[in-house]
């Protein structure tokens, strides 16, 4: 990424803002544990699973998953690091407050406002990601040459600003990637070119950008991966989780 630039805005209506939350108080997560950190890092992806924002907060000294209101199927335990963690409901929702600054309030509403402002960029069909918590890119290139593609992004974050108050950074961002794709089939000795390079996948409608490893002699149609308890082939899956209609390159 060449060329970014830094700016912040405060939002002028927080207090207008509402969410509501639920509490799980967890158990079996050691504060001792040198995995400690790694595996409040790992419960704090649930959000991932259950598509609502989830954070981590200490309340009188014992850990406590947020999670918003709205999810569905929050798991009663989960595996971490060397322990398996377990969430106990408790009773009631919380009224989350925008206008109301405490440590342990902003934690929670820096989280739900990014989940706010990532998760509509991350369902917009014409935006692009590289990697989480990277800049997303217009699918459209602003320009480009015979050999290279400018494309031009943003990444949004929700951030403390200097008085206190809560604001969003924008990043803007520029990224060139060459035009031309790989061959559809590629020798070891072709490979060994290029692999460890990056190169920007396209899975169904999302598109990635990877760092190949390794080459198999099996293609898409053959190759299989685990679903739930089953086996499927690649190709299979991809067409099942792409959101219709499928990318003409995924049809053909």
Same mark, same amino acid.
């Given at each position: 990424?060449l060329?970014? #630039?830094?700016?912040?805005?405060?939002?002028?209506?927080a207090?207008?803002?509402?969410?509501?939350?639920k509490?799980?108080?967890?158990?079996?997560?050691?504060?001792?544990?040198?995995?400690?950190y790694? /595996?409040?890092?790992?419960?704090?992806?649930?959000?991932?699973?259950?598509?609502?924002?989830?954070?981590?907060i200490?309340?009188?000294?014992?850990p +406590?998953?947020?999670?918003?209101a709205?999810?569905?199927?929050v798991?009663?335990?989960?595996?971490?690091v060397q322990?398996?963690?377990y969430?106990e409901?408790?009773?009631?929702?919380?009224?989350?407050?925008?206008?109301?600054r405490?440590?342990?309030n902003?934690?929670?509403?820096?989280?739900?406002?990014?989940?706010?402002?990532?998760?509509?960029?991350?369902?917009?069909?014409?935006?692009?990601?590289? &990697?989480?918590?990277h800049?997303?890119?217009?699918?459209?290139?602003?320009?480009?040459?015979?050999?290279?593609?400018?494309?031009?992004?943003?990444?949004?974050?929700?951030?403390?600003?200097?008085?206190?108050?809560?604001?969003?950074?924008?990043? #803007?961002? /520029?990224k060139?990637?060459?035009? /031309?794709?790989?061959?559809?089939?590629?020798?070891?000795?072709?490979?060994?070119?290029? +692999?460890?390079?990056?190169?920007v996948?396209?899975?169904?409608h999302?598109?990635?950008?990877?760092?190949?490893?390794?080459?198999?002699?099996?293609n898409?149609?053959?190759?299989?991966i685990e679903?739930?308890?089953?086996? #499927?082939?690649?190709?299979?899956?991809a067409?099942?989780?792409? &959101?219709?209609? #499928?990318?003409q390159?995924?049809s053909?």
């Amino acid at each position: 990424m060449l060329g970014s #630039i830094n700016c912040e805005t405060r939002p002028s209506n927080a207090h207008e803002l509402t969410s509501e939350y639920k509490l799980y108080r967890i158990k079996n997560l050691n504060r001792d544990h040198p995995e400690y950190y790694a /595996n409040r890092d790992r419960i704090s992806k649930l959000s991932y699973k259950l598509r609502k924002p989830v954070t981590v907060i200490q309340r009188d000294g014992v850990p +406590h998953l947020v999670v918003r209101a709205d999810a569905e199927n929050v798991p009663q335990m989960l595996k971490v690091v060397q322990a398996i963690v377990y969430f106990e409901p408790l009773p009631g929702t919380f009224r989350l407050d925008y206008a109301l600054r405490s440590p342990e309030n902003d934690e929670i509403c820096l989280r739900f406002l990014q989940f706010m402002l990532q998760d509509p960029l991350y369902h917009d069909p014409a935006l692009w990601q590289p &990697r989480a918590g990277h800049a997303y890119f217009d699918k459209q290139p602003v320009e480009q040459t015979n050999d290279v593609m400018h494309f031009l992004g943003y990444s949004v974050r929700a951030v403390l600003l200097a008085d206190g108050r809560l604001g969003v950074r924008v990043h #803007i961002a /520029n990224k060139y990637l060459g035009r /031309n794709p790989l061959p559809v089939n590629l020798s070891r000795d072709e490979f060994s070119r290029l +692999h460890y390079k990056r190169y920007v996948y396209r899975y169904g409608h999302q598109w990635y950008e990877v760092r190949p490893t390794g080459l198999s002699e099996l293609n898409v149609s053959e190759y299989i991966i685990e679903k739930g308890d089953g086996l #499927i082939p690649l190709l299979d899956f991809a067409i099942e989780a792409s &959101r219709k209609p #499928i990318p003409q390159e995924l049809s053909e």
